[in-house]
């Protein structure tokens, strides 16, 4: 079991999620009541979305440069201070739609930096061999926090006072930031590289105080596709999400047309997805143990395949809540996965960027599966995007019994096992 450190951390990214719960649904709350517009609800939606794409190189830039405990402690200070602004300005009436849009753009981007140091701090509290169960609890905690906990008590809290849920999430950005403080990390890994410690990597990095930013950014980029495994692992994430963001694009869509899902249920049903999400966190020790990290993402997209081949000829809501809850599942075990693998083989010095690099590259591919999913359901029927993302699952699942084989052999000597 990880020690102590490590529930601090999963503690301060928990309760730092829960936050994001509570203020992302209340944001959008605000805004439907003050514009009926679909242009400015849209508006505060993308500026949220758009600081990890357009900043999140930068801040893995800045994750490793900097020492990243005080990182976390001082973007989420920063979001409290923002969300506590936010607060009063909303208790007052003054939160007009240009104050919303700019605050979930800067919290969004501040962000990214709390991100990419809490993915780099992990190896210097958790042991290798532990790294996939510790992703894992990140995932399950996470996915409690934002669909249990923080996404129902956010509609609570605003019905009561429009300021109140953002006035609870600047105090969870502060307890979180608290947290972040008291974690207990080797020097090593808490503290961005220097000049000698960037060259020692031995592939150009140049996250040195004296490398801009943006230069320094390309070298997680540039590690990744040197990296044979990582760089697979990367694409195979992309591609399986241009499908995974077609599905959620139009679950609500096809929850209630194809499976018959009363609107009043639909909250039940998506709870399947959380409960997937929760029972995968926890499994994902166990099978990157039983496994090995490689042969567990092989056999973690054939049953993600499967699960949307079961969602797709689904046509009730009981059968399709459960092949919901099993895809959620392979995707929490396969994100912790990959983060294990990531944290085991790069060098300390360049963490941050290179797991902002894969997020990032992950993120890039939503958009265009989303936009896609759109024209595909209208020309074909929503059946037809559940069976194009079940076949690109396929394609992948099949690309990656030959592309992650060949690294399974060194990855066995992190996992303990010797065979894929």
């Not at 099949?398 to 992190?414: I, K």
Request: hydrophobic letters at 55%; aromatic letters at 6%.
């Amino acid at each position: 079991m990880p020690g102590g450190g490590f529930w601090s951390l999963w503690t301060a990214t928990v309760v730092s999620r829960l936050g994001d719960a509570l203020r992302t649904p209340a944001l959008a709350l605000l805004a439907a009541s003050a514009s009926r517009d679909p242009r400015t609800a849209a508006a505060v939606v993308v500026a949220g979305q758009l600081p990890p794409l357009l900043f999140g190189l930068v801040g893995g830039v800045y994750a490793d440069r900097w020492d990243r405990r005080r990182a976390m402690a001082t973007m989420d200070g920063l979001r409290a201070a923002l969300v506590a602004g936010l607060a009063l300005l909303v208790a007052t009436g003054d939160a007009g739609i240009a104050v919303l849009v700019g605050c979930a753009f800067l919290l969004a981007t501040l962000g990214t930096v709390f991100d990419a140091a809490a993915f780099a701090l992990l190896p210097g509290i958790v042991p290798a061999d532990r790294l996939a169960a510790a992703n894992g609890r990140l995932q399950a905690g996470t996915a409690v926090a934002g669909g249990f906990v923080g996404a129902p008590l956010a509609g609570v809290l605003f019905a009561i006072s429009a300021a109140l849920p953002f006035a609870v999430d600047a105090v969870t950005f502060a307890l979180a930031a608290l947290l972040a403080l008291t974690l207990r990390v080797p020097r090593g890994l808490r503290t961005g590289p220097t000049r000698s410690s960037a060259a020692a990597t031995g592939r150009g990095a140049t996250a040195g105080r004296g490398a801009t930013a943006w230069r320094a950014a390309g070298d997680g980029l540039r590690w990744i596709w040197r990296d044979g495994t990582l760089r697979r692992i990367t694409l195979l994430t992309a591609i399986t999400n241009l499908a995974t963001s077609g599905l959620i694009a139009i679950i609500v869509l096809y929850a209630l047309e194809v499976l018959a899902v009363p609107a009043a249920g639909y909250g039940l049903f998506m709870s399947a997805a959380i409960l997937g999400a929760l029972t995968g966190g926890l499994c994902a020790g166990r099978v990157a143990a039983r496994l090995g990290t490689l042969a567990g993402l092989r056999c973690v997209l054939v049953v993600e395949t499967l699960a949307l081949v079961a969602l797709a000829l689904a046509r009730h809501p009981v059968p399709g809540a459960v092949a919901l809850a099993v895809f959620s599942a392979g995707t929490a075990i396969w994100n912790a996965l990959w983060s294990a693998y990531g944290q085991k083989n790069v060098p300390a010095a360049l963490l941050g960027r290179v797991g902002s690099a894969q997020r990032t590259v992950g993120m890039l591919a939503a958009p265009v599966g989303a936009v896609g999913a759109g024209f595909l359901g209208s020309a074909a029927g929503l059946p037809s995007v559940l069976y194009a993302a079940a076949a690109v699952f396929a394609l992948v699942t099949a690309a990656s019994w030959h592309t992650l084989r060949s690294g399974a052999r060194r990855d066995s000597r992190f996992s303990g096992v010797t065979g894929s």
